[in-house]
């Protein structure tokens, strides 16, 4: 028997979709611009409450949709982009996507997004979308069957490795920026590189009638991938420029003021960007959505606090990120929204949005029509993460659920959890012990997911 409740909810859900979808023609079909940004975490982003300035993101959401309760599709970069780009769970990957490609490990050369992995630059490329990727990849650094223009991406400037020299754009002594299939030696700064090729990318688009779907990735704020002439390896190191450091000398700890310079600077890309689609006419037919890979890593600067935990982990503080969508006449300006949403949900967002079929039974996402333009509040999701074993690093795998209020964790070290998101959503009272049906029935939803996404 269908709940009544339930019912509705769906009607009016379908009835807003058939509304959008009828309201925009083949010409009208928005331009896509998703700046996704790199180990920033929900305290790194100044309307998020952080201490560090970023004006132009903040402008985003003046101007647009904030969401206070959006999740990545993992907390490691790797899996988080492959979700974010496949709408499916990183679980159903055929590679078993759950951890970071190293670029210098042999073991990884041909590892990485595969043929069938199908990405929503390919659904809008064979939709009459022009598709770039400028940034990063980490989706695959081996043969060039794993490079994004085998994936739908008919442009591609950047980097595949998860990280390089911000000033010699290297993986530390070894090339790695590219200009479609070819690498190219580059200088200057990674930051401004990504956000000039974008600025003449989108000076191109003023003159074309085809709408466009943009992959502005970042590498900022994550650290730099030097190299170290003494012990001949690669090293992380904090890569922020002289002049970005002196606008916010006032942070005390030397690792977080580096971390800010270094946002910073990718703010003033956002802003460029941003100046560079009003300058050309194209912002008031473009989707901007600003959003962040996962949560930050402490040790290099980033803060994910209030929530509990960080990159590489399934608490909240992992998980949870700074998402901001704008679209002036369509998107309510200055709106904020609670509702539980995914990285996972971008996929048969951009579809609907697009007028084409999603067409994958196995697309873990939902459409996000109804709360970016009917102000629907979602709560009832399920959403399970996972998080493979990783030598190189020292990492031991994690998973967990969230279904509804409640979220279960298993984690390597600390043992299992069960916490009320809504009453708890700082993850401090473990409530196994005084839940233990329900724990007991989150934890096998746990396992029936990991099973599932595997078929």
Not at 202 to 210: D, Q, V
Not at 335 to 353: I, N
């Amino acid at each position: 028997m269908w709940d009544d409740s339930l019912v509705m909810r769906l009607l009016r859900a379908l009835i807003v979709c058939l509304l959008f979808a009828f309201s925009l023609s083949g010409d009208e079909r928005p331009n896509i611009l998703l700046i996704f940004t790199d180990d920033q975490g929900i305290n790194d982003v100044g309307c998020y409450g952080s201490e560090i300035p970023t004006p132009n993101i903040d402008r985003l959401a003046r101007e647009g949709l904030k969401f206070e309760q959006w999740y990545s599709a993992s907390s490691i970069c790797t899996p988080s982009r492959f979700g974010l780009l496949t709408g499916q769970n990183p679980s159903r990957s055929k590679d078993q996507l759950l951890s970071a490609l190293m670029f210098m490990a042999d073991e990884h050369k041909e590892t990485g997004i595969q043929s069938g992995e199908t990405t929503i630059a390919e659904k809008l490329r064979d939709s009459g979308y022009d598709t770039t990727l400028i940034g990063k990849w980490h989706l695959g650094h081996g043969g060039k069957d794993l490079l994004p223009t085998r994936h739908g991406f008919q442009s591609f400037i950047g980097h595949t490795g998860g990280c390089i020299d911000f000033f010699t754009m290297t993986y530390g002594n070894i090339p790695d920026w590219y200009h479609q299939e070819v690498l190219v030696s580059e200088n200057g700064y990674a930051t401004e590189l990504i956000t000039d090729e974008a600025i003449s990318y989108l000076e191109k688009r003023k003159s074309e009638e085809e709408p466009f779907f943009l992959y502005l990735a970042y590498n900022a704020p994550h650290f730099g991938k030097g190299w170290s002439p003494s012990t001949q390896t690669p090293i992380n190191i904090m890569q922020p420029q002289a002049e970005d450091l002196k606008r916010v000398s006032g942070i005390e700890d030397k690792v977080r003021r580096e971390f800010a310079a270094m946002t910073v600077s990718l703010d003033d890309g956002v802003g460029k960007v941003m100046m560079s689609l009003e300058a050309n006419g194209l912002a008031e037919d473009t989707l901007v959505i600003f959003l962040t890979d996962h949560g930050g890593d402490p040790v290099y600067g980033g803060n994910n606090l209030p929530y509990r935990g960080n990159k590489a982990s399934l608490f909240d503080g992992g998980l949870k990120v700074p998402c901001i969508m704008r679209w002036p006449g369509k998107i309510e300006a200055g709106s904020v929204s609670d509702s539980v949403c995914s990285s996972l949900d971008l996929y048969p967002t951009f579809c609907g949005l697009a007028g084409v079929p999603a067409k994958n039974p196995k697309l873990d996402g939902r459409d996000l029509a109804p709360v970016l333009f009917e102000s629907e509040h979602w709560r009832d999701r399920t959403l399970f993460w996972e998080l493979g074993a990783h030598a190189e690093l020292g990492r031991n795998p994690w998973s967990a659920v969230r279904s509804g209020d409640w979220k279960y964790l298993q984690t390597p070290d600390e043992g299992e959890f069960l916490f009320n998101i809504a009453k708890d959503p700082f993850e401090k009272r473990n409530l196994v012990p005084v839940e233990p049906e329900r724990f007991k029935a989150l934890k096998a939803l746990r396992d029936d997911l990991s099973k599932t996404y595997r078929n």
